[in-house]
């Protein structure tokens, strides 16, 4: 049984485990240890081949793992050590981690502090109770995300999508363009729960059948599904008797939501959220237990990678500054507690002093509403609020160390209740989804007879002018997809095009795509295709091929 002593110890090598432990490097922390069970670094990002990632962090439009890649090269500039397929199976409150793998057998890790970055898992059909028999073709949607994205598998060719969470709708992109036919997507809510530009991108583009207000009631078959069940819900989520219809199919994925992912949390005796199950944390990501940090989704699920990479930054920071001795008790804490409208507050407490960031999701949608952190503390009128679409707000320094309380609250009242739309009934060319960047502005563009654009309103910047424009005449896309190659141990690579192509080519780039076979290494960024169809569409790698795993780096930069 061999013992490690370590500074810190990150557990997770997923967006947050990464940007933690590159974080806690570059405090000054000499020793930094990296745990990931999978056998390579960047979490989910490799099977997140679609763009949308560093729009905030990096101000790119990048691709899951070109996103990773910019932080793999941190970890090698910064000479973290990094143990791969290691399982961590225990944590005492001494913060001794048990862990093993094929290799070294049982571990002990010694560390001054721990960082928890273990990510979520998607809940399963068992979380639901979908009445049925139990045949071959159900699958989490995440699950359906790697077998086509990293394995080469396809899941079937008539595909009923449960849940419209963000991953729900890429795979219904997904699936689609890969040629299989989305009967239907199926929302027990009553709007969409993801994010409006993938609403946009991934239903509208595609005209994908939404049932809001709608659950599977049954699934049929035996060997292979065959059918589902699905009927209208109540305001209660139960289903009405009389509204049942059949649709025919061989898969169902499920996108129903995700869980933080804590079991290794609990062997530590961490204190866990009753309400969103992660960790409760301050403002510093410092859970119950003195020098035990948590980040990212192991904390509360994100809807962007961006603040999963602040969060995991915020506690590779306070981590170093707790074992340098900075990091001090604070001779009070302030609950942060849930007000009207508010689902969840994350941090659940502050101290007196310091930045603080809060992020948290209202609990009903709304045209506008007021924001507010009593006493005081911060009020601001927002518009087109959802559930699915966490909001974000820093609170005044000065202000903080003045409360006179041990507790703020954060509501959300709302002053006008959500039209519900359906984007896919909205006319072209009047209202416009600006997907230049995670705000989604709802712009809207007004023609003449002949077409031509005479006003537009609703932008928030000039970039939302040239979207709006490009978008009611020639609307474009970037495409997101794999090739083949010769080498069975990464069959597939993800791939790009340069930049965005019109929207009418995507099924005629996919077909030309499928007859790629990649037989030559070839790095991130490079061509893997030119002047696809003769109209000046570059396709280009989003991963290395063959894939370097960090355990078998040759050499490494000294930061």
Known sequence: MRQINTDVAVIGGGPAGLAAAISTKKEGIKNVLLI???????????????????????NQDLTGPEYAHEFLKMIDRYHIDVYLETMVLNITPGKEIFAVNSSEGIIIIKAKAIILAMGCRERSRGAINIPGSRPAGILTAGTAQRFINVEGYFPGKKIVILGSGDIGMIMARRVTLEGAEV???????????????????????????????????KIHGNERIEKVTIAKVDSKNKPIKGTEQNIECDTLLLSVGLIPEN????????????NIGGPVVDENMQTSIPGIFAAGDVVHVHD?????????????????????????????RIKVEEGKNIRYVVPQYISEGGKV???????????????????GLFEKKVKKIKPSEMIKIDLDEDKIKNINSNKIQVECPILKK????NLSEIEEGQEVIC???P????????????????????????????????EIRNPERVLTATVRTNDPKQPLLSVRTRKEIPKKLLFDVMIELSKIIVDKPVKVGQAVKNNLLDQQIDIIATVDFPFKYLAKKEEKIEA
Do not use: W
């Open 435 to 437: 997907l230049v960047c």
């Open 357 to 375: 960031t809060l992020y948290m999701r209202v609990g009903e949608p709304a045209e506008e509403a007021i924001l507010k952190v009593n006493p």
């Open 439 to 470: 705000m989604a502005c709802r712009i809207r563009v007004f023609t003449d007879e002949q077409g031509e654009v005479t006003e537009i309103k609703g932008h928030k910047c000039k970039k939302g002018i040239e979207y709006a424009k490009k």
């Open 183 to 217: 009967k239907a997507i199926v929302e027990i809510l009553p709007y969409i729960g993801g994010l409006i530009r993938n609403e946009v991108q991934c239903l509208k583009d595609f005209k994908v059948p939404v049932y809001i207000k709608h659950t599977v009631t």
């Open 263 to 274: 079991e290794v949390s609990k062997t530590a005796g961490v204190e866990l959220s009753q």
């Open 304 to 332: 962007l990678v961006d603040y999963v990479t602040l969060d995991g930054e915020m506690a590779g920071q306070s981590a170093a500054s707790y074992i340098s001795g900075k990091l001090k008790s604070s001779r009070r």
């Open 418 to 421: 959500e039209k519900i739309e």
């Open 36 to 58: 990931e069970r999978a056998e390579q670094l960047g979490g989910l990002l490799y099977q997140c081949i679609h763009n949308g990632f560093g729009l905030q962090y990096f």
